[in-house]
T-cell receptor
Framework: DAKTTQPPSMDCAEGRAANLPCNHSTISGNEYVYWYRQIHSQGPQYIIHGLKNNETNEMASLIITEDRKSSTLILPHATLRDTAVYYC?????????????FGKGTKLTVNP | DGGITQSPKYLFRKEGQNVTLSCEQN?????MYWYRQDPGQGLRLIYYSQIVNDFQKGDIAEGYSVSREKKESFPLTVTSAQKNPTAFYLC???????????????FGSGTQLSVL
């Protein structure tokens, strides 16, 4: 019941920008979009989050469309260490409770 | 050095045996979570707890049990009723903001459980 849709895999050349898309067409007006990444056999790591404005930190940039139905995570200069599975998540309301739903994510492979 | 610690890193279970996975955090977070990850799959929520002495079932709670007697600790027991326990188990924690749980999760390094 993931509320986000991501491509299963992407490739990127080392040193180039990696643009990872995510569709979240059912997102509520006050819900944030969060991005995590998971390097093999480790716990996921928080990258960035945003509501409706574009955001940038030391790891990445997040571009959210004006209608908020999709977003793109940008790694400006991908390195081999950025090879990981990237998850885009939003909060899901469920019977009075709320939870975060992780889909299968996008496996990004950075090639030398 | 604050963080979230899972132990052991690797665990083996015999048929009919219950095993307990440990998760401890010193981040002063109210909410804690257990996720299960199968190879090539995303994370599926087993149980979560938003406050001490309270916890809720996630999507795949059958065959698992938890307790939350202390804020810092959220152990997960994989019971013999869980017929396919082999997976990578991840514990996470987050702050609460008012009545809502913050989505910024901090994860442990995981426990790989295998059946002998």
């Amino acid at each position: 019941d993931a509320k986000t849709t991501q491509p299963p895999s992407m490739d990127c050349a080392e040193g180039r920008a990696a643009n990872l898309p995510c569709n979240h067409s059912t997102i509520s007006g006050n819900e944030y979009v969060y991005w995590y990444r998971q390097i093999h056999s480790q716990g996921p790591q928080y990258i960035i989050h945003g509501l409706k404005n574009n955001e940038t930190n030391e790891m990445a940039s997040l571009i959210i469309t004006e209608d908020r139905k999709s977003s793109t995570l940008i790694l400006p200069h991908a390195t081999l260490r950025d090879t990981a599975v990237y998850y885009c998540i939003v909060r899901v309301a469920l019977g009075g409770s709320e939870k975060l739903v992780f889909g299968k994510g996008t496996k990004l492979t950075v090639n030398p | 050095d604050g963080g979230i610690t899972q132990s052991p890193k690797y665990l083996f279970r015999k048929e009919g045996q219950n095993v307990t996975l440990s998760c401890e955090q010193n981040l002063n977070h109210d909410a804690m979570y257990w996720y299960r990850q199968d190879p090539g799959q995303g994370l599926r929520l087993i149980y979560y707890s938003q406050i001490v002495n309270d916890f809720q079932k996630g999507d795949i709670a059958e065959g698992y049990s938890v307790s939350r007697e202390k804020k810092e600790s959220f152990p997960l027991t994989v019971t013999s009723a869980q017929k396919n326990p082999t997976a990578f188990y991840l514990c996470a924690s987050s702050m609460r903001t008012g009545h809502r749980v913050n989505e910024k999760l901090f994860f442990g390094s995981g426990t790989q459980l295998s059946v002998l």
